[in-house]
């Protein structure tokens, strides 16, 4: 009995994170309405980004005081959609965002994925 709830809670708390559609995300933003954030380091960009997409680091946000500033530059009042290897350090970033009363943002999940379904190019 114990097995089957540690099973069911695992599947529980691993299906809450929800990832948005990238196809919508990526037409949205070739028409100017939305941007999508690639927020992993330096390091992780060899492996290539969105096609388009904005760089704006996780670290930005624990290393540069004026990171709201320069985040509301970048999305200029456009819907966000943040990406980084997997999924996880979005969640971070949008509650960073909640806390500096910033507007939210989609996750779209991991580069892995996503680099299958939209276009991608070299940084």
Known sequence: MLKFFTLIFGLISTS???FSDPQLAY??????????????ELDELK??????????????????????KMFRLLVENKKVYLYCRSGRR???FK??????????AENLGG?????????TSMP
């Open 47 to 68: 492996q290539g980004m969105v096609k388009e997409a904005k760089w704006f680091p996780l670290s930005h946000l624990e290393n540069n005081q004026n990171w709201p």
């Open 16 to 18: 809450v994170m929800a």
């Open 95 to 104: 509650a960073a965002l909640k806390q500096e009363n910033l507007p939210g």
């Open 90 to 92: 979005v969640e971070k």
């Open 111 to 119: 580069f892995a994925e996503l680099s299958q379904i939209l276009p």
């Open 27 to 40: 037409s949205l933003q070739e028409k100017g309405k939305a941007v999508i954030l690639d927020i992993r």
